[in-house]
């Protein structure tokens, strides 16, 4: 997908990382991709002339806001010859939360479309596929369960991105990260 970003709106969010984002897809002159802006927000790219782009530290910037938020908890790992810091899940309810909504998703409350799901989850399903842990939010159901979420979602995540952000509804962007992730 060469979806370009356009900026709608450059009112702050509230969120420094998102405002940060939002003041660096304005500044740009020409408008870039979904698969350029995920390189450079993510610093997964060398291209001289748009580091200016980039989002510095964004990994620990994320695990600082979650911990601020009491989600996450900052620890020091040893590691033979080196210290690590580490961010281990310090809310496990909130984690909890979050499968059961992910799970009931494609289970009791299935919709059987994608223009009918709530947006936020079927981001965190592309985003869940994206950083491949999938199986791990569906690895305490039963199997019979755990087959029909995993298929349920593979026939999500197999639809045609392009197809399904040509309908709208508010979920171009998600389509178009899916498409830039299966790439």
Known sequence: CSCQVLLK???????????????????????????????LLTGETWNPFKLQYQLRNVRERLAKALVEKGILTTEKQNFL?????????????????????????VLERWVNEPQRMERRTLALLVLAHASDVLENVFASLADDKYDVAMNRTKDLLDMDPE?????????EMIWAVLAAFNK
């Open 9 to 39: 709106s450059d009112a702050p969010t509230g969120d420094v990382l998102l405002d940060e984002t939002l003041r660096h897809i304005k500044a740009t002159e020409t408008a870039e991709t979904v698969q350029t802006w995920i390189e």
């Open 163 to 171: 197809v399904e952000a040509a309908k709208g509804r508010g979920t």
């Open 81 to 105: 010859l080196f210290d690590m810091t580490t961010h281990p899940v310090s809310n496990a309810s909130e984690k909890q939360r979050l499968l059961k909504k992910l799970q009931e998703s």
